[in-house]
């Protein structure tokens, strides 16, 4: 039987991961428009990142303006509006959808499943999100910086679930494991696959759910296919062994 829901994750699942090495080339752009040393302005916006992806930070501008004044170099308007147009091109960059990932959509799309998104995300990726080739098969999206809660607490994958009127068993989260997203997944009852990605251009390439990872695994879209296709709920599978 097909399952009832499939919820995604962003990064890592339906876009590549986080660029790490690229990232850091932005950060040294942005650090010489506002005037501050680079290695003050990273180790200060990765210290944030928690307050950002719950949305403490109205937006990248917001956030920006915090460090450099807590460096000693408040920016002017100029600098920060200039710092936020360098770091929206490469959020958006990053939300090129990877391969398959649009034909898994319009497949799912086509099989009357209702699909749900939950990112750990700042407020530029929801800001850019409706331009996204992605967005408009996605029912409910669930952006940790709005939701002001991130993954894995079970309230975001519950709201979730509500949003799309599905029960946490017949739901299928598919996601690359970071933030201990996929056991926060099967904690709120769902089925987690895991789809392996290579993390070793990511800031958090040691992920408890990828090394300890036992259930089903998935290098590319077309192996979901018959994830979805074979889907069984957890008591149904708990049935087939008496």
Sequence with gaps: MLCQAVIFDLYGTLVPPFQMREHILIMQKIARVLSVDFESLHVAW?????????????????????IAAGLGNPADPGALAEAERIYRTFTLEGLTPKPGAIQVLQW????????????????????LWNQSPLAPYFSHCAFSSRERIAKPNPLIYRRTLDALGAPGERTLYVGDGS??????AERSGMQAVLFVQDLSNTYDRNRPD?????GTKILSFDELYPVVRHFKPKSDSSELKD
């Design 179 to 184: 933030d201990q997203e996929l056991s926060g």
């Design 210 to 214: 990828v090394q300890n990872w036992t």
């Design 108 to 127: 799912l799309h086509r099989q009357h499943i209702p699909l749900g998104l939950i990112s750990n995300c700042s407020p530029d990726v929801v800001a």
């Design 46 to 66: 990765g210290k944030d990142f928690p307050r950002r992806i719950r949305g403490e930070f109205a937006s990248v501008a917001d956030n920006l303006a915090s």
